[in-house]
């Protein structure tokens, strides 16, 4: 996103002291709260519209989006922390996190009051582990989705589709040309379904670790980094759209959103289909428990359809090439307002490319495995090396 949303914690702990005073105050006063046209939305910048004009005309719901980074330590902390459901009233973040979060209380079930498209999102798709908790109670809104691999040059690097990770992990042309993504939950699986198909090591599930594999995967790219394959580790988007645009690496495990931007700049850069398989990933909307006390859900549920609209799939397909959970419905709405013909193609593409990624066996991304600081520890000592 160009214009990037940061908040201050400074910010957050006097904006989330002034909402515990106003629950604190009269009646008519949170009433009047309550009757407010906004929602406010903290979420991965990737989920969040570069205008959101569309969206609020169709649902007659005013937003006000402030970004975080996608890392679920971080957003651990400020639910529970810095209670930052005192405040907002939609998280969007990877699917995985109500496991933790939602079973201790932090969001609300849904069970599709208000939301009229709750009953068309397919059941793989709603009842997906990454929206659920583990006895299977409904937390997240499945919100948008897609299966992520890496990005390259081809003119650097040759070959053709479908290409393997091996190009990012253990390649003599990008030898010190690669940047991987400072996030365990998609560095790590990446390099274990690499290891799992090229023999060097048996991984049963990548993304929920036990503590002796993540040792195993900490080991390989270890050595990877010792013998100078990768260049450096990217933070944040920017990071990952400048160094891809101004090539100091031919290769970077990204989203897919920083390649539609190179590509904007000239980069005659790709995203690559793999022999192994994807980061698959949701990321939903969940809802704070305290949204019922400040009695704004009925606000909230408009939002939430919204989510599941035709302005808001269209809009997400052309900016990020997401899918959301119902993307036939950013067709429709394409083609019923007459977007350009560029448009339309793209959403058609892009509805084509997620459910052809999706059938591929690997892996469902989990933002709260098993063994979650073992995995942690052993994605500092990598780094550290």
Known sequence: MNNRLTFSRRTLLKTSAGAASLLAAPAFLRRAYAEDNTVTIMGVETAALDDWTAFEESTGVKV?????????????????????????????????????LGEKG?????????????????????????AQGPTGTQFGLPVVMNAD??????????????????????????????????????????????????????IAEPSNMTA??????ADFLIARKQAGQFRTMWSTWEESVDLLASKEVIAINCWEPA?????KKGGAVEYATTTEGYNKWVICAYVPTQVAERGKMPL??????????????????TLRGYATALPETGLD?????????????????????????????????????????????????????
Do not use: C, H
């Open 64 to 100: 006000a989006f402030e970004g975080m980074a996608s890392d679920p330590g971080i957003f651990r902390q400020e639910v529970v922390a810095n209670t930052i459901g005192e405040r907002i009233d939609i998280l969007l973040m990877d699917g995985g996190i109500e496991d933790d």
């Open 106 to 130: 932090f969001f609300m079930p849904l069970t599709g009051e208000g939301i009229p498209s709750w009953s068309k999102i397919p059941d793989d798709v709603l009842k997906s582990p990454l």
């Open 149 to 202: 691999s890496f990005a390259f040059y081809p003119d650097e690097i040759g070959g053709s589709a479908p290409y393997s990770y091996e190009i990012l992990f253990e390649n003599e042309k990008t030898k010190g040309r690669v940047a991987l993504e400072n996030n365990w939950m998609t560095t790590f699986p990446l390099a274990a379904i690499y290891l799992n198909a090229s023999g060097k090591a048996k």
């Open 212 to 217: 002796e594999e993540a040792k195993v995967v």
């Open 259 to 263: 390649v539609l931007e190179v590509k």
């Open 300 to 317: 909230v549920a408009k939002a939430l359809e919204g989510f599941l609209g035709g302005a808001y799939a269209s809009k997400i397909a």
């Open 333 to 385: 709405y394409a083609k019923a307002n007459n977007l350009p013909e560029t448009d339309v193609k793209a959403i058609e593409a892009n509805i084509e490319k997620v459910k052809q990624k999706f059938t591929a066996k690997e892996f469902w991304q989990n933002a709260a495995p098993s063994n979650l600081q073992a995995i942690e520890a052993e994605f500092d000592r990598f780094r550290n090396a």
